[in-house]
Every structure is written in structure tokens, then in C-alpha cells.
């Protein structure tokens, strides 16, 4: 039997994060990965590697849709970066459009090229459309504070309360992200299942952000779900794989490291 995964993300030229990152997750997860552009980051390397940010026209976006979700009966679907209200509006009625059993929404915010003006408009756009249609969201650090409104997350329980605010705002479950920013040692996961949390935990390696960590995360508990696990079962394994894939990092003229993933090692 083949599991199939859908993602709908923007391209990251440089591999480390972004739709690149969920394709390569979902091939070392073994599920058949297929993904619609939204929208395509290349990082300026003469610029402080600032990110140029194009969107992909919607009618576009609508049409590669439309071609994975005739082709195939897709019913999980991880959701990247959006990047414009326009390309929200055409994501979230194309989730209208059929039922999935899982739509996993990665909220990337903000990306350093926007306007900041542009991206307040995104954020509500996305909140709004596409937050209540999603069965697990999984939130940054900076992400879950701005999502719940709140002033600063600086502790497990504070994570907990930010869960808790997300979760009432649609989305079955939160899986909200310590990273390396949240004090402590370990790499702190809260999952809320609207009613609990569960504290998943592992060791941080090293101190430093790793580029994709968060892609990777999302992607591999989309391809766990698309092969039938709980959504606990599905945290706790993408947890595993994020780690593995942070470890076998990769390094090049680039001020951060990029995941590199499925290297047994
Ligand atoms: O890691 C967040 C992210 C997601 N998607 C795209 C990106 C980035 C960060 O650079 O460029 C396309």
C-alpha cells in the first residue's frame, strides 16, 4: 500500500527549509510526497542573506491543486509558508473543498523580507481562514506568542497557557515548539489535545537554531499521520526524526546550518 502526503509550501532555494524540506522529509519517511508552491524565497547572499520573496499567482497555486488532488485521493496535508493574504484565500478554499483527516498547519508568520505592514495582513488572514480548518498546528516559539496574544513565553507552563489560548482559536491539536529559545536543556514539545498536555522532551543539540528544524518537524508527523499513527504516536516519531536530522546537519557560507535529513547516524 502506498500512504500519500500533500504539502502546500513555498521553495527555499537554498534546500534548508521550506517545500525542498518537506518533499525530502516525506521521501525518508516513506509516504509518496507531493507539494503545491506558493510561493518562492531565495535568500540574498550579497544582503545580509535577506529573503527576496516572491508569490506565485494564485490562479497557479489553484491549478497545481487542483492537478495533485484530481490525480490522487489525498486526505493529509501539511501547510507551509503562505506568505500573502491573496495566497491564503486561494489555500483555504481549496481546503474547503474536500474533507482531509488531517491538515497539519505550519504557521510561518513572518519572513524577514516582507513589509511589516504586509505580514499584520497575513497574519489575521491566516488566523481567520485557515487556523480553524487545521487538525494540528505547530508553532514556533514566537509563533505560539503571537497566536495567543501573549506578552512573553519563557517557561513550560507559560508554553502550556499558549497552547491552550491556540487551541481555542479551531485546531484540534497544538503542538507547540520550545526549540533552542525556551531556557532549559532539553528541546521542550507541548502537545494539547483540547482537553490535556503532554510534555515531549529531548536533549537540545547545541544552542544555536538550526534552518528547517520546524519544516522538518511539521512534515514528518504529516507523514506519520498520512501512515495511520495518533496523533501522539506521530509527535513523538517526528520529535525522534527532527533530532536525527538536526544532528546530521549541514554547513556551508550560510549563517546557520540547514537539517539534512533521513542520515542514519
Ligand atoms: O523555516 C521557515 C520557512 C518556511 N518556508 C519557506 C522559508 C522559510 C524560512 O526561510 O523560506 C519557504
Same mark, same amino acid.
Given at each position: 500500500m502506498v500512504d500519500f502526503a500533500y504539502v502546500i509550501a513555498g521553495s527555499e532555494a537554498t534546500g534548508g527549509a521550506g517545500i525542498q524540506t518537506d518533499l525530502k522529509t516525506f521521501q525518508a519517511s516513506g509516504v509518496f510526497g507531493l507539494g503545491a508552491i506558493t510561493c518562492i524565497v531565495s535568500f540574498d547572499p550579497a544582503n545580509d542573506w535577506r529573503h527576496r520573496f516572491v508569490p506565485i499567482e494564485p490562479g497557479?497555486?489553484?491549478?497545481?491543486?487542483?492537478?495533485?488532488?484530481?490525480?490522487?485521493?489525498?486526505?493529509?496535508?501539511?501547510?507551509?509558508?503562505?506568505g500573502t493574504p491573496a495566497t491564503i484565500d486561494?489555500?483555504?478554499?481549496?481546503?474547503?473543498?474536500?474533507?482531509?483527516?488531517?491538515?497539519?498547519?505550519?504557521?510561518v508568520l513572518i519572513c524577514k523580507g516582507q513589509e511589516p505592514g504586509a505580514a499584520l495582513d497575513t497574519d489575521q488572514a491566516l488566523r481567520a481562514k485557515v487556523l480553524p480548518q487545521a487538525t494540528v498546528v505547530t508553532p514556533n516559539l514566537f509563533e505560539s506568542q503571537i497566536l495567543s496574544g501573549m506578552n512573553s513565553?519563557?517557561?513550560?507552563?507559560? %508554553? =502550556?497557557? &499558549?497552547?491552550?489560548?491556540?487551541? !481555542?482559536? $479551531?485546531?484540534?491539536?497544538?503542538? +507547540?515548539?520550545?526549540?533552542v529559545e525556551l531556557p532549559g536543556d532539553d528541546a521542550v514539545d507541548l502537545?494539547?489535545?483540547?482537553?490535556d498536555v503532554t510534555v515531549l522532551r529531548a536533549p537540545k543539540i547545541g544552542g544555536k537554531r538550526v534552518s528547517?528544524?520546524?519544516?522538518? %518537524? =511539521?512534515? &514528518?508527523?504529516?507523514?506519520?499521520? !498520512?501512515? $495511520?499513527?495518533?496523533?501522539?504516536? +506521530?509527535?513523538?516519531?517526528?520529535?525522534?526524526?527532527?533530532?536525527?536530522?538536526?544532528?546530521?546537519?549541514?554547513?556551508?557560507?550560510?549563517?546557520?546550518?540547514?537539517?539534512?535529513?533521513?542520515?542514519?547516524?
Open positions: 497557479v497555486i489553484a491549478d497545481q491543486i487542483e492537478a495533485a488532488t484530481s490525480a490522487y485521493d489525498l486526505d493529509v496535508v501539511k501547510i507551509g509558508m503562505l486561494v489555500v483555504a478554499d481549496a481546503l474547503g473543498r474536500q474533507s482531509w483527516r488531517h491538515v497539519v498547519l505550519d504557521p513565553i519563557t517557561t513550560v507552563d507559560e %508554553l =502550556a497557557e &499558549a497552547a491552550r489560548r491556540i487551541g !481555542a482559536q $479551531g485546531p484540534q491539536y497544538v503542538l +507547540a515548539k520550545g526549540g502537545l494539547f489535545d483540547g482537553q528547517g528544524a520546524g519544516c522538518t %518537524l =511539521a512534515a &514528518a508527523l504529516t507523514a506519520e499521520l !498520512a501512515k $495511520g499513527a495518533s496523533v501522539i504516536d +506521530a509527535a513523538r516519531s517526528a520529535k525522534d526524526f527532527t533530532g536525527a536530522a538536526i544532528a546530521a546537519r549541514v554547513s556551508g557560507h550560510l549563517p546557520f546550518d540547514a537539517v539534512r535529513q533521513g542520515v542514519e547516524g
